[in-house]
């Protein structure tokens, strides 16, 4: 309610890209208030055993996470707990620091409670990342709830897949789990990535990495919604067949049905309501070859509803971003408490349960 009438109002008036800026600088200086943090938590957190389940070897205190690309460069890590988040994921991380797309590049579309970016992974780049990361284990406050790190290709990189090992083996210490965004938009050649051999190859360096290295950490693969059913069928068979620990479906969408917003025209991936249908049709084709992988269900969560139909499709996990713009600080304790609810109505104790059983 406050963030409805008092923050929203305020923010809204900035650019998204400023707002955001913003809304994080208040975050990262809440993040090193433990006790202040403390005292929001209880009144944010949902604790119960019904919520609770175990995936990649991490356990997860209930199933609402923060998606990547809020807290791109990890300033504000303890505080998602906080914040009632059963996970967060930091990112999207690249091995050299870039700047992005040129501004500007975040456009928020309220009409349709949406927003379309092309923020092109603007990063502080590995090293600083790990940096930061290794300053907030010190704390001991790092790992309170799993924490992923989403790693993605440097512009400029000519061998996407060193590329992607230098980030990892840079990173991956200070993760509990490492997501691989091979479907963003707006890094030219990106998607590519998302094809057979390219794909195989890459899930194969980053594994023999993680083995090498000693790491053994839980790799997932966050896919793209605009995929033709053949695409997606290939590339949830290699991640099933090649050790991937799990999916992430799904990343922002280069169409725009469902938007009706004159700022639609705007190149980008879209995120929000006008993803919703499109990303519950992916999530429910990948859950039906996935073979039992879990998968993290993203696009348009604003509610419990909405989070309900993702499971109820084949989601273990959910994310949420668009939805925590508009929604704000309370949604995932809002998310968490009226799950609880459609669970009593479904007569079930746990959410695995009524996973993939819509």
Do not use: C
């Not at 389940?53 to 990890?74: E, I, S």
């Not at 949830?236 to 067949?241: C, E, P």
């Not at 991937?244 to 190149?267: D, M, Q, Y």
């Amino acid at each position: 309610m406050i963030h409805r009438r008092l923050l929203r109002p305020v923010l809204f008036r900035l650019d998204p890209e400023r707002a955001h800026t913003v809304a994080m600088g208040g975050l990262a200086a809440l993040a090193h208030l433990a006790p202040v943090g403390g005292l929001i938590e209880r009144r944010l957190r949902v604790d119960d055993p019904r919520l609770r389940q175990d995936l990649f070897g991490l356990a997860f205190g209930n199933p609402v996470g923060l998606a990547a690309g809020f807290d791109k460069q990890a300033h504000a890590v303890p505080v998602w707990a906080n914040l009632g988040f059963g996970f967060t994921e930091v990112g999207t991380v690249t091995a050299q620091p870039q700047p992005g797309n040129p501004k500007p590049r975040v456009f928020r579309l309220p009409e349709d409670r949406a927003v379309i970016n092309r923020l092109g992974f603007n990063s502080d780049g590995a090293q600083v990342v790990a940096n930061r990361l290794a300053a907030w284990e010190e704390t001991g406050r790092a790992h309170r709830i799993p924490l992923g790190v989403n790693i993605g290709k440097t512009k400029v990189a000519e061998d996407a897949g060193a590329d992607y090992v230098s980030t990892f083996t840079q990173l991956a210490r200070y993760a509990d789990y490492v997501a691989v965004n091979v479907s963003s938009p707006n890094t030219p050649g990106l998607r590519d990535l998302q094809e057979r051999d390219a794909l195989e190859r890459l899930i194969t360096r980053l594994a023999a990495a993680n083995r090498v290295g000693g790491l053994d950490k839980p790799i997932l693969v966050k896919i793209a919604p605009d995929l033709d059913p053949g695409a997606l069928e290939a590339i949830v068979g290699i991640a099933r067949d090649h050790g991937v620990n799990g999916l992430i479906v799904s990343n922002t969408t280069v169409g725009r049905s469902g938007a009706t917003s004159p700022l639609a025209g705007e190149a980008g991936g879209m995120s929000g309501v006008p993803l919703r249908e499109l990303a519950d049709d992916v999530l429910r084709r990948a859950h039906a070859v996935a073979g039992g992988l879990p998968i993290i269900g993203v696009g348009g969560i604003f509610s419990a509803e909405d989070a309900w139909r993702k499971i109820l499709v084949g989601a273990s996990l959910v994310q949420v971003y668009t939805g925590f713009v508009y929604e704000g600080l309370g949604l995932a304790r809002r998310i968490n408490e009226d799950l609880l609810l459609l669970m009593e109505q479904a007569g079930v104790t746990s959410l695995a349960q009524v996973i993939g059983q819509g």
